[in-house]
Structure formats: structure tokens, C-alpha cells
């Protein structure tokens, strides 16, 4: 459930003080979101966001799904760290989706606008309970 003028953050895949990069709607549509920082001891400043084409956003999905797992699984005590970041029945296909975002996940610089971002937390009744929280943004234009 969103509040209102909130958006969904899909996938964050990097994290530090906060969501640094990931998949979250912007204006509805799926956007990549990447944080800009100047100097690792100063605030981040804005966010570059670009379009994600359908394709690459079913694949960041199921990337983020596995990685869902396998972080309840661990809060959960059911595996150990070492087997991180996918459940050992999906770590080859989680090898091939790195693979294959590690090339494409990138802000495409001709499509790109710049954007502050409040995130918080978002209420979901599907969420497990454990680990990293579901998250809602708000973007502001630059």
C-alpha cells in the first residue's frame, strides 16, 4: 500500500545509508534510480533516473525474487552466509541474471533526468517479516 504521492521502489541493489541504486516507478513507469555523490562523507545529492525498457525490468524482477529468498531464508537461520546471494537450487540462474544486468543496468545518460528521493518504508501484506523492508519513494525534479 502506498501513501499518497508515493511510488513503488521494485528493486534496490545497492545499498548505503539508504537505497543507492535500483528499479522504482517514476511518474508509473519503472525507472533505474542511481544515486549521484560527490564525496563518500557528504550527502547524496540526487538521484539519475532513465526508463527501463520491459525486458530488462522482468529480468531485474526475478533477480530481486531470488535475492528475496535467499535473504528470508537466512534471517530464518535455514542457510548460512556463504551460500549468499542465492539459494544453492538458484545460484546458477541467479549467475546468469548478474551476468546479464551487470551489462544492462545502467542509466542511460540520453534518457536521463535528475530527481531528490524520499524513501520509506511501505506497508505490504506480502512482505516476510525479515530482512530489508518493502519501500515507497517520492521523487522531487531537479
Not at 87 to 110: A, F, G, Q, V, Y
Request: glycine fraction near 6%; include cysteine.
Amino acid at each position: 500500500m502506498l501513501d499518497e504521492g508515493y511510488e513503488e521502489v521494485h528493486t534496490m541493489n545497492d545499498y548505503y545509508d539508504g537505497p543507492r541504486k535500483g528499479i522504482a516507478d517514476f511518474e508509473g513507469r519503472p525507472h533505474l534510480y542511481e544515486a549521484e555523490w560527490n564525496d563518500l562523507a557528504e550527502e547524496f545529492a540526487a538521484f539519475r533516473l532513465s526508463p527501463v525498457d520491459p525486458q530488462l525490468f522482468e529480468l531485474a524482477l526475478e533477480s530481486w525474487r531470488i535475492w528475496r529468498r535467499w535473504e528470508t531464508a537466512f534471517h530464518q537461520g535455514r542457510i548460512t552466509q556463504d551460500t549468499h546471494p542465492a539459494l544453492p537450487e538458484e545460484r546458477m540462474r541467479c549467475d546468469e541474471l548478474h551476468e546479464i544486468l551487470s551489462n544492462r543496468l545502467k542509466t542511460d545518460e540520453r534518457y536521463c533526468l535528475r530527481a531528490k528521493g524520499d524513501f520509506k518504508v511501505r506497508r505490504d501484506p506480502k512482505w516476510s517479516g525479515v530482512g530489508f523492508r518493502p519501500l515507497q519513494v517520492k521523487w522531487t525534479r531537479l
